[in-house]
């Protein structure tokens, strides 16, 4: 999963996910009928997350592998 510049030409901030499965997934709408949106629920084993700053600085990584019960940082 991924967040890019309004440009879309790079990501800002991604997730990554191993051993994923999918827990349920459901599409709603609002009382007005006007919007709808997805929520989905996942179960991981393994999750890492990846910041790239807009201004050029070193992107950021951080993770979690939740077998190991463990970080997977930098």
């Known amino acids: 999963l991924a ?3 309004t440009n879309g030409s790079q990501d800002i901030i991604k997730w990554i996910l191993t051993d994923v499965t999918i827990l349920s997934y459901k599409t709603v709408g609002n009382i007005h009928g006007d919007s ?3 929520a989905v629920s996942f179960s991981f084993g393994r999750i ?3 910041y790239t700053p807009l201004d050029g600085s070193t992107p950021q990584k951080a ?3 939740q077998r190991a019960m463990q970080s ?3």
């Open 3 to 5: 967040i890019k510049q």
């Open 36 to 38: 709808v949106s997805d």
């Open 48 to 50: 890492q997350v990846e």
């Open 63 to 65: 993770g979690w592998d």
């Open 72 to 74: 997977t940082g930098n």
